[in-house]
């Protein structure tokens, strides 16, 4: 099979096509046959040797997925047949025409959706879920200050945000991101290069603050993030985009609030908490994205790029440009 490769870390143009061998579905595993995956920021980590796969994990980028049932190893319990449409959260090995997953990790494609919309739901809809639900315990009508409100798990989590029955504010980078953010459900987006969004976040909100932060950017944050935080909300670090040191009173400010700091990742769960995560994700939201629900849910798709133009994508992303996921397309 093709897959995504590099040989050494680096940037994009170190991505090449490779013929790799085909993985064989292990035990209670499915083999897939991928029609399309998405990219994350773990894929642009993991290519600059910042980012080690989980332990057993392929080596290969790719945390989702999006395709057809080609195969079933032994022990599979499940109701997968051989052809059914899937999308699937991976460890690795997205990026490549075929991968091996666990088949608790497999979600039904709703209906009208794509292959390579599809592939947009995974990484980015179950880490939104997990920081809001799991991690940040939102409540109705509590107020969600989300960063990077226009990326995959922005636009992922603006919309879960609504579905929760909470108010979602975003930053982003231009009017027109606050604009496409707004027409998500937003109720108010800042631009953080033009304007200072912890006071735009107590504006919004009569002075009062946010009850939760989701914030991918960390270290050149901390300080405008404790000052709009509400007394004991819950700031929910999942990234470092904006570094990780941090210099000045961080915990004495934290006590001030009551507020608690909550970091999560994803990808390096073990397989009965993601299973876990799945499960509850395909009961309580997979189904508003069929069309008639009535809180219509849709995963954002910047652009659909071919396998071979891999470079050109991960290009895209480093210079965030992307508005919603960027997806590559099996040949």
């Not at 979602?168 to 980078?173: D, E, G, K």
């Not at 040191?245 to 999560?264: D, T």
Request: aromatic share 6%; with cysteine; proline share 6%.
């Amino acid at each position: 099979m093709l897959a995504v490769h590099f040989d050494k870390p680096g940037g994009p143009e170190n991505l090449y096509l490779k013929e790799v061998a085909t993985p064989s579905p292990g035990e209670g595993e499915v083999l897939l046959k991928v029609a399309a995956s998405a990219l994350n920021r773990a894929d642009l980590l993991q290519r600059q040797g910042q980012y080690a796969p989980p332990p057993g994990a392929s080596n290969i980028l790719g945390l989702e997925a999006s395709g057809h049932v080609a195969e079933l190893g032994p022990g599979c319990q499940g109701h997968w047949k051989i052809g059914d449409a899937a999308m699937a959260l991976l460890p690795g090995g997205g990026q490549a025409q075929y991968v091996t997953v666990p088949e608790g990790l497999l979600m039904p494609i709703p209906e009208g959706l794509s292959l390579p919309q599809a592939a947009a739901i995974p990484e980015a809809w179950l880490t939104a879920f997990q920081l809001l639900h799991c991690v940040g315990g939102v409540q109705e009508g509590e107020t969600v200050l989300i960063h990077a409100g226009t990326g995959g798990v922005g636009t992922a989590a603006i919309q879960l945000t609504r579905l929760f029955k909470a108010t979602p504010l975003v930053t982003t980078s231009s009017k027109e991101n606050i604009q496409m953010a707004q027409r998500l459900g937003a109720a108010a987006g800042f631009d953080y290069k033009k304007e200072d969004f912890s006071e735009e976040a107590l504006k919004a909100t009569q002075g009062v603050g946010v009850s939760v932060i989701l914030d991918c950017i960390g270290g050149s944050y901390w300080e405008k993030n404790l000052h709009c935080l509400a007394p004991d909300g819950r700031w929910v670090l999942y990234g470092l985009m904006g570094g990780a040191e941090v210099n000045g009173p961080l915990l004495s400010k934290l006590l001030c609030k009551r507020g608690s700091l909550r970091a999560s990742l994803l990808r390096s769960r073990d397989k009965k908490y993601k299973e876990t995560l799945v499960k509850n994700f395909t009961e309580q939201v997979l189904t508003h994205f069929s069309p008639g629900s009535a809180v219509q849910l849709q995963p954002v798709v910047d652009g659909v790029f071919p396998m071979a133009e891999v470079q050109k994508a991960h290009s895209r992303m480093e210079a965030n440009q992307n508005v919603g996921k960027i997806i590559l397309e099996m040949p």
